[in-house]
């Protein structure tokens, strides 16, 4: 009972600070996912005031908040968006991953890590967090801006690639050879094939199956099939949160817009407390003996990142304001960078410490990236005398109407065109 009583204490807690923390963010115009982290931070271990019993619940409850983000973005667009993004944007997939990966391995090889810590921080520099970027396109309002399809489009080959990259590593680190590396490489391929085929195919019929004029139970299945699928995909090497979003653009319609405005709030909240878990999950104390290197590699991966987001987007025809938010807002980093260093920390310790510290600046300057690139961009061009241009361009409509934000996510594509 007394167990009990301090969990419900805690979370009370932690709940109640996050509602007055977000609501202060609000008031200022800011993301909160950068107070929330430093709440995390501050109430972790080494922090000011340690959180023991609910430490398990957060743990569950941040996995659950990763697969809620992804689920309400793929319930924005449908499997044929899907594949067209990909059919269209796997050259700048190419850009990013040369741009991105390229500086974690180079520092990995600079301190002597050998070629499996650079491979590991490679991954670490190169996967942009979905979850994070998620969270600020929701509470920037942008998920009906035209770059909005291309930013996906970037996150969705980043997530897939995982399913060939986390294998692979994994091999490396436990010293499998190149046969038992492929059976695992073909076992998470195929799983994500597999998805793909029945959301492409056969995506009505699960749309229909699911379907319900009770809220109660549509809200149950739609959250019951997406843990179990997430939970299958991690077994079989896939990450959970590629599966969730995979059951988000299988299902369409009517299905799709109900389960939105009823998962809405749940990820919000669940949302919250993975970005909490992330800094309740960092010691304070490791971090500056390392926060010199991290933040040279943070530095310059902002710059890779904002060239990454430039350059998809102008294949896109997305006007120079566009190109400047996609840039921006594909910062941060976060959960998948987590999970990398994670596996690799046995193998090489070093990177545990400097991989928190990288993903932390990041993940706190991510948002604000996102919010100021563009503004920035405009004001050191005024600065110069280019001026910024008209308000709006032929190339770059901007967001569509708040109304259409909402529409089912066949319509979305039509709208922010």
């Known amino acids: ?3 009990t009583t301090a969990l419900l204490v805690e979370l009370g807690s932690v709940i109640l600070g996050l509602g007055i923390i977000g609501r202060f963010a609000g008031r200022v115009g800011l993301s909160p996912i950068p107070l929330y982290l430093l709440a995390g931070l501050a109430f972790g271990e080494g922090g000011l005031l340690p959180l023991g019993a609910s430490e398990e619940f957060t743990a569950v409850g941040a996995e659950i908040g990763v697969i ?24 700048s997939g190419a850009v990013d991953f040369v741009l991105n990966a390229t500086p974690g391995a180079v520092a990995a090889l600079l301190l002597g890590w ?4 650079a491979v590991a921080l490679a991954g670490v520099t190169w996967i942009s967090s979905s979850g994070v970027i998620a969270k600020v396109l929701a509470d920037l309002g942008r998920l009906g801006n035209r770059e909005t399809p291309v930013i996906l489009g970037v996150l969705v080959i980043e997530d897939l690639s995982m399913a060939v990259y986390l294998p692979l590593l994994t091999a490396m680190l436990a010293g499998v050879g190149i046969a ?15 998805v793909l ?8 019929l699960i749309s229909r199956a699911v379907s319900s004029d009770n809220p109660e139970m549509l809200l149950l299945v739609v959250l019951g099939l997406t843990v179990l699928v997430a939970g299958v995909a991690q077994q079989l090497q896939v990450s959970a949160a590629v599966g969730a979003f995979l059951v988000g653009i299988a299902l369409s319609g009517e299905v799709a817009e109900g389960a939105r405005k009823l998962l809405t709030p749940l990820r919000d909240l669940f949302a919250a407390v993975f970005f909490v878990f992330f800094g309740l999950s960092t010691n304070p104390a490791e971090i500056p003996p390392v926060l010199l290197p991290a933040a040279l590699l943070a530095v310059v991966t902002v710059f890779t990142k904002i060239a990454t987001g430039w350059y998809a987007a102008r294949r896109a025809g997305i006007g120079s304001r566009g190109r400047w938010r996609a840039g921006g807002t594909l910062v941060a980093r976060g959960e998948f960078s987590i999970v990398i260093a994670g596996l690799a920390v046995a193998t090489e310790p070093r990177i545990g410490p400097i991989a928190t ?4 600046i990041l993940v706190i300057v991510g948002p604000l990236t996102a919010r100021w690139t563009q503004p920035a961009v405009e004001l050191i061009r005024k600065w110069r005398g280019k001026g910024d241009g008209p308000a709006a361009t032929p190339g770059e409509p901007g967001v569509v109407p708040a109304a259409r934000v909402t529409a ?9 065109d």
């Open 1 to 3: 009972m007394h167990d």
């Open 408 to 416: 089912p996510k066949e319509e979305l594509a039509t709208s922010a």
């Open 357 to 360: 510290a990288y993903v932390l």
């Open 180 to 194: 038992g590396g492929s059976i695992a490489l073909l076992i998470a391929l195929g799983t994500v094939g597999f």
């Open 114 to 117: 050998g070629p499996v810590g």
């Open 68 to 91: 809620l983000l992804l689920l309400l973005l793929g319930l924005e667009y449908s499997a044929s968006e899907l594949v067209t993004s990909l059919k269209t944007q796997y050259p």
């Open 197 to 204: 085929y029945l959301a492409l195919r056969h995506g009505r």
